[in-house]
């Protein structure tokens, strides 16, 4: 359409102090390979924080613009692709809107600065882009006029550090310690017992365990812990999504009876979602432990971990 | 990532990306230098390297990772602190190459100061635990400790503890690791593997040489916490190549002193070794040590070493250090009953080294030693196979016995049990064992001096006495046998040396002496038939015997009479022994007892003694008589005989000495060949005629006593001519006659014409009568055609002996044969002989001519 109809005004939203903030990189989504590689930069902001900026409508030179009206909205949505073949992400749920009017109906003869600001605003989710989801913040700015409205679009990010010292989800702050202990095995073959430190890490944090090998008949190639995060979404039905986050290997060669192997992974380097829950879908973390052995096969053992993000 | 693959390849890469990872260092380029090595330490992860080609490529990176670790530490606080870069390097994916990198950090840290020494320590030896691959492992660790040896400086006490531990920590885990390659990969490669594990040996050992460096002088370290744990440790690994290779090490590693201290610890730990370790390998090397410690000791400044000990407080046990091994022995024979003879011997060997090396006098360590070798070669039942012989040689003849034959004599005699360990080995190995200590103690020319030593030492060569067994049982066969090898002297070293052995003996007093010689000689007559070669040496020590009373007699006059008895009884033990070498080899050797017999006549003779000199004379008679039957050696026997008489001076008492000539004169004359009658009357002739012996003092011309009766001399004379002449054989008469001519120019100088009655008169007419008879021989030769003599005549020559043999002398070499029979196809070079031995002659009294004016009455032509 803007092929045709050139749009009679530019739109500008420029939040406050956007050079000097902090800015996040994301992958583009887009399924055009030459896109994936390119990364969006979006500035950051976290819950509660005020979103506030100035809106510039410039007119172009020696015309006006007649509307109806100036709006700025905040918007926080849920975007899913309803099947795999739809490429296209819908809102399927708007849970934040604000809105304020920056004008009513007049003329435009030139250019004009609006300052809007969104005070304290609650962003209940972290922003997030995966395969079948996106949740989105976004200041939108709608022209309204008697033909199409004139609609700009400025995403930002959201993060959300949890408090500390209390990791989410967890009622009793002594849950955290507690050491996650799995005792697995396929008979007369493999008996190991793992360990990990405790089960809900902050996205800096450091895995830390040990596997002790009880019974050992395989021949093992090498070991390997890998973080998959798991994207869920959609009611019926239910699309899953595994990306492996991080694959380390922890062991190479083949231990004997009575060797327990150290574990230690530093996820500060690594690029993780924490898990979160939402109506329409969640993001869940699991660590998981594979023995290759020396034929290919993997043996392969999953258990969740909470990731959460903390304040450094 | 991957690996390259093959090993050129792999170091290929490796060279390049150590060039790229300088570069970007020097461009100051962190994140891009790492990543470049990380490409190359990924080659560390190829599976399908053989060790040799691993090493290779370790020693590669190692190099390059050092130009790196040069640059962490420059760079340190500078450009980026190592604590980060520690983390940082933890986000590599593959765990190989993340720990070298770890380490690579972590060294360089550790470099700083302010560096949490203990945490990174613990950190990198803990996450080591993820290579599980024995050989990646291996190397990894051996990584690890390369570069944290610089750090292992401490002076305090806990810090150096600290140290060892890790150390043995990697160690421990090393070594597990090394253990475990064993059983990588198929069944059917075992060999390879353990070939590929000796090649790694020297990773694990270098961190035992690390703990040494470490330990330093401090023996309660060493003692109560480095070594029990390495000791558990090769015990608990129960390999093979790992427990012998470790103790090895051990042993070899860390000083003499200390294993002074800890050797029942050592010892005890050999014991609970993988029985297939040989537990004679681990013993020997520790022996060689504390040898090797007492050597030093000598060499350098004693007070040093004294206070050495001192320090480590081991000189008290430094006593039992016997003991100590004595204790290891009896243990292992108790919880090992299923070790072989074979291991056991190096065993007790190596003590025995010990035990020599220490406590060099101390003969009953020997003896318990061998006492308890003795124990199990009892208990090993059945005959002990012969591969083993060189065990038990080893340990009956070390070298340090032989080097020491003093001790070895005593060893010899003071210990019983040597004789018994050697008695129960096998005949060869006996023979052989005897040969070498009489080989030993005849070298030192070891005097043996008492009856006791000299039965031991008797005993001990049973072997040799001993007949051997192939001997035929029946007496009558034995008979028959005599007679066909009577002249079958063959050569035994076993039985010369034996009789050496009889050299030995020598005592002061001639009685303790002389019954030293009859022990022998009562020994030796287990032997049989090998007197013949023992008892001629026992003779001849008892004529010195004599010599030696004769010698006594003359400087002690008074004890003339004591010493005149002594002589007497020890004539009778030679004749003694002479008859028991009759009874026991009858046959075998008439010859050598009648010639004994003549010797010691004479020798009884010189020593005045002419009742005994005649009764030896008359024994060699006999023997003559009864059973010299050859004519050869009947006619040498005639020959030996007038010798010996014609020098005796004692015998006239009784007319001894008229008998014995007359005998022997007629036994010449009734020779079976007429040649050797010939011969032997105009020997026998000399008998009449006493010469000078200028050892008695007598003088021709001065002395009056001579016996000599010149008409008997012409008889003989007159008698041998008359021999000669009655020959058929022309040559032969011919030379005889020459040869009675000789004689009488001998007696026509030596004597008046009056008293030997042989004048001018009697040559003049012996020469006409030769002559008469070689122009008979020369119408004989005319006879023969010219050109055959003469084609013969400067080729070979053929002489004839003065006991009658063919001389063949070849104009090839200048080596002459001797014949006792004319060489058939030379029979007309023979005629010659005659001829010119009467030209010389003819020639010798022309000359004398010259000097003795009565010659000139003798008409030569």
Known sequence: ?????????????????????????????????????????????????????????????????????????????????????????????????????????????????????????????????????????????????????????????????????TPPTVANPS????????????????????????????????????????????????????VITRETCGMEPVQLLDSTSIRYEIMDGSPVKGETIPIRLFLGGYDLTPSSTFNFFNIKNYLSLVIIDEDGRRYFKQSEITLYRKRN | MSYAETIDQAIANCKQQTVLMQRCLTQEKLMDALKHTSIMLTELRNPHLSPKQYYELYILIYDSLSILSTY?????????????????????????????????????????????????????????????????????????????????????????????????????????????????????????????????????????????????????????????????QVVQCRDVVSQEYLLDVICQVFPDEFHLGTLAELLATSLKLNPTVPINKVVLTLVERLNGFIDRQENSDSDDLAQKLAAFSIAGENQNLFFVFWKFLNQLSDERPDLSLQEL?????????????????NISNVDVLLKFMYEKCQEYGKSIPEEYDYLFNDLLLPQEFKSEPAFFCKILTKCESYEKLLSAQNISLQKHCTNEILDTLTQAEWQISSKLELEKLLSLCGALIEPGVDKPSSPLMLEEEDGLDSDNWSLTPDQEKLAKLTHLCYNKSIDEHSELLLTCRNWYQKSGRNVRYLFPAIICNLWKLIRRCQWKIKRKPERREKLNNTTKQLFKHVSRTINDLYSACGGGCFDLLYKLNLQTAALADQSELGDIAYDFFSQAFTIFEESLSDSRTQFQAIVSMAQTLQKTRNLHVESYYDTLITRCTLHGSKLLKKQDQCRAVYTCSHLWWATEISLLGEEEGVTESFYREGKRVLECLQRSLRVADSIMDNIQSCELMVEILNRCCYY???????????????????????????????????????????????????????????????????????????????????????IEHFQRTLRYIQDQKDVDSRFKAIVLL
Request: charged residues 25%.
């Open chain 1, 1 to 165: 359409m803007s092929l045709f109809f050139k749009s009679p005004i530019d739109i500008e939203i420029l939040l406050d102090g956007e050079e000097s903030r902090k800015h996040v990189e994301i992958a583009n989504s887009s399924n055009n390979p030459t896109a994936r590689t390119l990364k969006d930069r979006y500035p950051v902001y976290e819950d509660g924080e005020s979103v506030s900026g100035i809106v510039t409508l410039r007119v172009k030179e020696g015309k006006k613009l007649e509307h109806l009206g100036v709006k700025v909205s905040l918007i926080g949505s849920v975007d899913i692709t309803k099947s795999t073949s739809e490429g296209k992400k819908r809102p399927v749920e708007t849970f934040l809107t604000l809105s304020a009017d920056l004008c009513p109906h007049g003329e435009l003869v030139h250019s004009q600065n609006f300052p809007f600001n969104f005070k304290d605003v609650e962003k209940r989710y972290e922003a997030y882009r995966g395969k079948n989801v996106d949740v989105t913040y976004y200041v939108k700015v709608t022209v309204f006029r008697k033909s199409t409205d004139i609609v700009k679009h400025k995403r930002f990010w959201c993060l959300l550090y949890h408090p500390d010292p």
């Open chain 1, 175 to 226: 849950d955290e310690r507690k050491p996650v202990k799995l005792d697995i095995g396929i008979e007369n073959c493999l008996h190991i017992e793992f360990e990990y430190s405790k089960s809900q890490f902050s996205l800096k944090d450091v895995i830390v365990g040990r596997i002790y090998f009880l019974l050992t008949r395989l021949k093992v190639k090498h070991m390997e812990l890998s």
């Open chain 2, 72 to 232: 962490f530490v420059e760079c340190h606080t500078k450009r980026h602190h190592l604590a980060d870069l520690y983390e940082l390097v933890q986000y590599a994916g593959n765990i190989v190459p993340r720990l070298y990198l770890m380490i690579t950090v972590g060294s360089s840290y550790l470099q700083s100061a302010d560096a949490p020494r203990e945490e990174i320590f613990k950190d990198m030896i803990e996450m080591c635990k993820g290579v599980q691959n024995p050989i990646r492992g291996l190397f990894l660790r051996y990584y690890l400790s390369q570069r944290t040896k610089q750090f292992f400086q401490a002076d305090d006490v806990e810090a150096k503890k600290a140290n060892a531990n890790f150390i043995i920590t990697n160690f421990i885990e090393m070594n597990k690791l090394w253990v475990r390659l064993q059983h990588q990969g198929p069944l059917r490669e075992r060999e390879q593997r353990t070939r590929e594990r000796k090649e790694l040996k020297i990773l694990i050992g270098a961190n035992v040489v690390r703990l040494s460096q470490i330990v330093e002088s401090d023996f309660t370290m060493y003692k109560e916490e480095i070594l029990p744990q390495i000791l558990e």
């Open chain 2, 345 to 361: 011997a190096p065993v007790i060997q190596g003590v025995l080294k010990l035990t020599l090396r220490w406590y060099p006098q």
């Open chain 2, 748 to 834: 026509f100088i030596h004597g008046d014409e009056n008293s030997t009655h042989v004048g001018v008169k009697y040559i003049n007419g012996l020469i006409e009568l030769i002559k008469t008879n070689l122009d008979a021989l020369k119408l004989e030769i005319s006879s023969v055609s010219e050109e055959h003599r003469g084609s013969n005549s400067d080729e070979d020559r053929t002489l004839i002996g003065i006991d009658g043999c063919y001389i063949h002398q070849s104009t090839l070499n200048s080596v002459a044969a001797v014949y006792s029979k004319p060489p058939s196809s030379k029979t007309a070079n023979l005629e010659s002989v005659p």
